[in-house]
């Protein structure tokens, strides 16, 4: 236990150490800030408030968007990134993936519509289309 060498601050009986007072004191320190926070955790002493790193990259991403539709946007990613009762949970990599082939289209309706309910048959085959052509990260 020697990560442990001393708490964040003192506190009293029974309040969590938080996870964001934990990082400025380990920062430097040739000490593995996850495994104190997994012991700390295992004790029932951590309170784990350390943002989640794929929701601040989605919230950066689909800024530009107008924004009901970067709600959407967020909320099929989202749900993609975690599963769900019959899906499986997708990689990082695969909801990247699927924001980088659509983010043209969808750039281009949120300049057009405030809702992707807004957009009509036609402006769906134009954004398939466009995926395909657009998108460095699909097949030639």
Known sequence: ????FAPPQPSPAGEKIRYTELVPLYAHRKISLVRVSEVLQELGLLDDDHPDTFEVWLDRRTEPFAPEIGDDVRRWLTA???GGPRRLPRSRSSSRGMLAATY???LTWSARYRHLREAQCG?????ADRVGRENPLLPR
Do not use: I
């Open 104 to 106: 043209p289209t969808l």
């Open 80 to 82: 993609a990134h975690r």
């Open 1 to 4: 236990m020697s990560g442990l």
């Open 123 to 127: 402006a769906l085959g134009e954004g």
